[in-house]
């Protein structure tokens, strides 16, 4: 009977986190803000006509543009590297109460699941807990920032710099961390595993990437519930099957969900410092933007075009 148990465990997970965030999507009221009619103006360049100057205009607009965009990919590596000392001491509090007072919780877990353990169930879960190895999240990473900077609209410099940035910093901020602890993991997994590399990558990275389409695409809250809640399950996956397979112990999987969270929480603010929030665009009822009507646009008596009411679902 433990053994159903301990195997239904993973679905009763899945679920009850989906059906949280239906839940919760279900209750959200998705939010219009009110657009400007105004459109920017275009400055030209004094002295030049506009043809003759339209190649020197271009040509000092794209120096400008690149001197922008190595302005704010610097500011966004240095809120994250400052931010990033600021994870270490966090965990490295973490990891002192960890070393000293994980042991009488871990090794009765360790000794539970490895007497309750299924071998068909475990071959399923040695190949879902490969969502969270190295290069499984950096592939899927790399993917995500090549394909989102072709699909973004301005910023295309953004999802290719700060996925880069989550990687670097994630991999040798965990080195470190592992340096301080030395820490032995089970039977069968002696090398360093405080805290879990596997979940902090799915939460950091798979979070990060539905972070950014949610940013680029969407804005809306039931989106972003959605969202977190299937880079929950994909966190929950990672989790269970590692501690099912005894590749760490239970508290280093408990501190792996807490490292990327704080990890995933400071890249997600350095990106709205640099970049601002997101673009909550109002959208019509087949999802597509409603652009503003310029004012002088329409003649004179004509009727303004609907807008959606705020409490459309």
């Not at 302005?71 to 000392?85: D, E, F, H, Y």
């Not at 004179?300 to 807008?307: H, R, T």
């Amino acid at each position: 009977m433990a053994r159903i148990l301990a195997v239904l465990l993973w679905p009763a997970g899945i679920a009850l986190i989906i059906g949280a965030g239906a839940l919760l999507a279900w209750r959200a009221r998705p939010v219009l803000p009110a657009t400007s009619g105004a459109r920017p103006s275009v400055t030209r360049p004094s002295g030049t006509s506009p043809v003759a100057g339209r190649h020197g205009a271009a040509a000092a607009i794209g120096r400008r543009d690149l001197r922008l965009v190595a302005v704010s990919s610097a500011r966004l590596v240095a809120i994250v590297v400052v931010g990033a000392a600021v994870v270490y001491g966090l965990m490295a509090a973490l990891g002192t109460l960890v070393v000293h007072a994980g042991p009488s919780i871990d090794k009765p877990i360790l000794h539970w699941v490895i007497a309750h353990r299924v071998s068909p169930w475990a071959h399923v879960m040695n190949r879902l807990t490969k969502l969270g190895d190295t290069w499984t999240t950096w592939g899927a990473g790399i993917a995500a920032a090549t394909c989102l900077a072709v699909a973004w609209r301005r910023d295309k410099w953004l999802p290719p710099v700060t996925l880069a940035t989550a990687i670097v910093v994630d991999h040798y901020l965990t080195q470190a961390i592992r340096h301080t602890f030395h820490r032995i993991g089970p039977p069968g997994s002696p090398g360093g595993t405080f805290p879990s590399g596997g979940v902090d990558r799915c939460v950091l990275l798979y979070g990060l990437v539905a972070y950014l389409l949610w940013r680029e695409f969407s804005g809306q809250r039931r989106t972003a519930i959605w969202a977190a809640a299937a880079v929950a399950a994909l966190a929950f996956n990672e989790a269970y099957s590692r501690e099912y397979l005894t590749l760490h112990w239970f508290t280093d999987v408990l501190s792996g969900l807490v490292y990327g969270c704080l990890l995933l929480a400071l890249v997600i603010t350095a990106v709205r410092l640099v970049a601002g929030p997101a673009d909550r665009q109002a959208r019509g009822p087949a999802g597509a933007a409603i652009a503003p009507v310029p004012a002088g646009a329409l003649p004179a008596g004509a009727p303004s075009p609907a807008v959606p009411s705020v409490g459309a679902t």
